[in-house]
Each structure stands twice: as C-alpha cells, then as structure tokens.
C-alpha cells in the first residue's frame, strides 16, 4: 500500500531561492571544513528499516545511511534544495524517495516508521512543537529520533547574542533559521525519552559563532502508544496522492 498521503498544503510551503542557492553552494564546503560529515556518519549509524528525514536540504546525509536502511523518506519543503537532492538520492546507497511537504504536516501514515531524522532544521522550522509532534505520530511506538542540531549557548555571552540576532537579522539572512532555540527541551516536551547524548562545537574554533553549540544525539518514542497517539490528522479523509506536477520534485 502506497504510505504518502496530503493534505494538500502548499507545493512550496517554504520558500527561500536566494539562500537555497547559496546553501547548496557553500554546504558541501562547510561540512568538509568543519568535519561535520562525521558527525553525519554518527548521527545516522546503526538505523534499519524504514527512515524518514525532515528538512533534507541538499541531501548532504544520504551518502551516509547505512545499508541496514531499507528506504529513507526524505522531506524538503525548499523547491531549489528539492531538486539537488533527488539528484543526491540517485546516487545515495541505499532508497531515497524525495517528497515535498512541511514537517508540521507530514504527508505520511501514523506509526509508518522505524526511525526519524532532523538534522540542522529545528532552527528553521516555523513550528518545532508541531514538527515534532509529527514526528511522534509517524514513528512506530519504541520508534528512533536521531537529531543533530544548532541551539541555545549554554554560556550567558552568546546566549544573549543569540537572542538579539533571531529578533533582528539572522531568520532573515539565513532561511527562517533560529540560533536560540533549545532542541533537548523541545523534544522531552513533545513527549520523546531522551536518550544519550553529546554537546558539540561545531566548528571547533576558540571563538564559537552563534550557530556553534550543537547536540548530537537519539530519543525514542515510548513504546507504549498513548491514545493521542493513536489519532492520523496528516490522513485526510478524502486521501489524496502528493501533489507531484513538478517531475523535479522526485516523488513517484
């Protein structure tokens, strides 16, 4: 059974054509300049089954998904970033469907996977609470969130700095992203277990930028599913199929 469903947002539900171009662009420097690959390779080691990723970007993960993943679903609301990616997913090794939609509506079945991936998203996403809220829906109980994320400094100095800059310039210069945004709190509060975790810089430079604090890490659904949980409202009740005219867009 096909396991994409909408609700018909918006194609484009986010769109940032400027910064796209120069994400794609400097990314894949970034990631080699600053290690950030093997923290990719840590993030997404040991995963099975079915996996779905918010917020893919560029698909800079995809050439480090095990190949114990049978299928990675991989959302990104971004046109321009969409289209580099389905190219990315040709030469992932392992199945990549690339699937336009937001993460505060997952065009997906509840309980459709085995493991969820954010990786530098929750900074941007217009409703982490939501998103993540999402992401419990569509993970199995017992289910896997692994998250690689930019947050709040736990040094007073830049904490405060990053305030300032998300009220001011940052979001605007930077695709909707946020510096102090606090992902560990966010994702106890949306009913995740915590799991371990580690506290980066990244880069790791003596002088952190605001986006440099970072954790790396997993949490899990509870295995036991609550009522809530049991609800679909990304299932609506005339199912549609993804809205697919742009043939860019890579979903079958």
Not at 184 to 198: D, P, R
Not at 233 to 251: E, K, L, Q, S, V
């Amino acid at each position: 059974m096909p396991p994409l469903r909408s609700t018909r947002l918006p194609h484009d539900a986010v769109h940032h054509p400027v910064f796209a171009r120069f994400y794609a662009r400097v990314s894949p420097v970034i990631d080699e300049r600053a290690g950030i690959g093997e923290h990719r390779r840590e993030l997404l080691a040991g995963l099975s089954g079915r996996v779905i990723e918010i917020g893919a970007g560029n698909g800079l993960n995809f050439p480090y998904y095990p190949p114990t993943v049978s299928e990675v679903v991989a959302i990104e609301p971004e046109r321009g970033l969409r289209r580099i990616a389905v190219e990315a997913a040709v030469r992932a090794g392992v199945p990549v469907d690339v699937v336009p939609g937001a993460a505060e509506a997952l065009p997906v079945k509840s309980e459709a996977f085995d493991a969820a991936v954010t990786s530098l998203v929750l900074c941007s996403v217009r409703d982490v609470r939501r998103a993540l809220a999402e992401l419990r829906r569509v993970l199995r109980p017992g289910g896997e969130l692994r998250f690689f994320e930019h947050g709040r400094a736990e040094g007073l100095a830049l904490a405060v700095t990053q305030h300032a800059l998300d009220r001011t310039v940052w979001p605007v210069l930077f695709g909707g992203c946020h510096t102090a945004r606090d992902p560990l709190a966010s994702i106890e509060a949306a009913g995740f277990e915590l799991g371990a975790y580690s506290r980066l810089r990244v880069p790791q430079t003596r002088v952190p930028t605001p986006a440099s604090p970072c954790v790396l890490g997993a949490a899990r659904r509870p295995p036991v599913a609550d009522p809530v949980d049991r609800a679909d409202p990304a299932d609506p009740a005339d199912p549609a199929a993804i809205d697919a005219a742009d043939p860019a867009d890579g979903h079958a």
